[in-house]
């Protein structure tokens, strides 16, 4: 009896332990692995990399990149890129794009910063005249110069250039990293052909100071030379108070005496 009853329990057990594990496959989902990322490879900087440096083989390494966030221009080979020349400056790491590179075969320095149809020219400063220091790559200035009409004439100051953007200051491309004023002794402008012969005609009349502008402000003035009495073709500068007589000056006469033979004639004019 004791025997059938132990020998009923391992078949119900073996039983339940069967049926059990047919249920847990017949319902249990299979549990997939998440799949890695898909990730690209761009070209970037292999180290900190300045504006306008040269990029060779040395300077470019490929970096992985997630390919959900693609990038506008970025490049996956690194084929083309060497003698290309960085307009912005680049730390280590950072993916290369189209928009920070200049135009294949456009040259390098400062001539890859030039716009096609502009020109950069390059005018004398000094720490006073360069706004104490505070003219950096990228402001706006206007232009002004201030030369003699004749040998005795008196002096005069005019606007020449008016929001004009600073290439360079001395040789330096891109501002102070903290902001520090730095003093100029050459100011490099981008202007236009005919810009460009006014700054040299204006160099060469006399003494070209620089006016700092806000960067936000682009309004163009239209205004006459200045003289140390105001400005010149004013009318004459109107006095306060009471209208006062006008005295016009005596003109003395003049007379002429003719004399032909034994005729004598005498006319008067003022």
Same mark, same amino acid.
């Given at each position: 009896?004791?025997?059938?009853?132990?020998?009923?329990?391992?078949?119900?057990?073996?039983?339940?332990?069967?049926?059990?594990?047919?249920?847990?496959?017949?319902?249990?989902?299979? +549990?997939?692995?998440? !799949?890695?990322?898909? @990730?690209?490879?761009?070209?970037?900087?292999? %180290?900190?990399?300045? /504006?306008?440096? &040269?990029?060779?083989?040395?300077?470019?390494?490929?970096?992985?990149?997630?390919?959900?966030?693609?990038?506008?221009?970025?490049?996956?080979?690194?084929?083309?890129?060497?003698?290309?020349?960085?307009?912005?400056?680049?730390?280590?790491?950072?993916?290369?794009?189209?928009?920070?590179?200049?135009?294949?075969?456009?040259?390098?320095?400062?001539?890859?910063?030039?716009?096609?149809?502009?020109?950069?020219?390059?005018?004398?400063?000094?720490?006073?005249?360069?706004?104490?220091?505070?003219?950096?790559?990228?402001?706006?200035?206007?232009?002004?110069?201030?030369?003699?009409?004749?040998?005795?004439?008196?002096?005069?100051?005019?606007?020449?250039?008016?929001? +004009?953007?600073?290439? !360079?200051?001395?040789? @330096?491309?891109?501002?102070?990293?903290?902001? %520090?004023?730095?003093? /100029?002794?050459? &100011?490099?402008?981008?202007?236009?052909?005919?810009?460009?012969?006014?700054?040299?005609?204006?160099?060469?009349?006399?003494?070209?100071?620089?006016?700092?502008?806000?960067?936000?402000?682009?309004?163009?003035?239209?205004?006459?030379?200045?003289?140390?009495?105001?400005?010149?073709?004013?009318?004459?500068?109107?006095?306060?108070?009471?209208?006062?007589?006008?005295?016009?000056?005596?003109?003395?006469?003049?007379?002429?005496?003719?004399?032909?033979?034994?005729?004598?004639?005498?006319?008067?004019?003022?």
């Amino acid at each position: 009896m004791a025997k059938r009853l132990i020998t009923g329990l391992v078949v119900a057990l073996f039983v339940s332990c069967v049926f059990t594990f047919w249920l847990s496959k017949k319902f249990s989902k299979p +549990v997939v692995a998440a !799949a890695p990322p898909v @990730k690209v490879q761009y070209v970037a900087a292999a %180290k900190s990399l300045d /504006a306008g440096e &040269v990029l060779n083989n040395d300077d470019l390494k490929l970096v992985e990149w997630p390919n959900s966030e693609h990038l506008d221009g970025a490049f996956n080979r690194a084929d083309g890129l060497v003698g290309r020349v960085l307009l912005y400056p680049l730390p280590a790491d950072q993916p290369i794009t189209e928009r920070q590179l200049s135009s294949p075969g456009a040259g390098i320095g400062l001539s890859t910063r030039i716009p096609m149809g502009m020109r950069a020219i390059s005018l004398k400063s000094d720490e006073v005249m360069g706004v104490a220091g505070f003219m950096a790559p990228g402001t706006h200035v206007d232009v002004l110069v201030t030369f003699r009409q004749g040998p005795n004439g008196d002096q005069e100051t005019q606007n020449v250039l008016q929001d +004009v953007q600073i290439l !360079a200051v001395d040789q @330096k491309t891109a501002p102070d990293p903290q902001g %520090k004023p730095v003093t /100029a002794n050459v &100011v490099t402008l981008l202007v236009n052909p005919d810009d460009a012969e006014k700054a040299v005609l204006a160099a060469a009349q006399g003494a070209v100071h620089f006016v700092l502008r806000n960067g936000t402000d682009h309004d163009l003035v239209s205004d006459k030379p200045m003289v140390l009495n105001g400005k010149v073709d004013d009318p004459a500068p109107k006095h306060s108070g009471a209208n006062k007589s006008v005295v016009v000056p005596m003109v003395k006469a003049y007379v002429v005496e003719t004399v032909e033979g034994t005729k004598k004639s005498t006319e008067t004019f003022q």
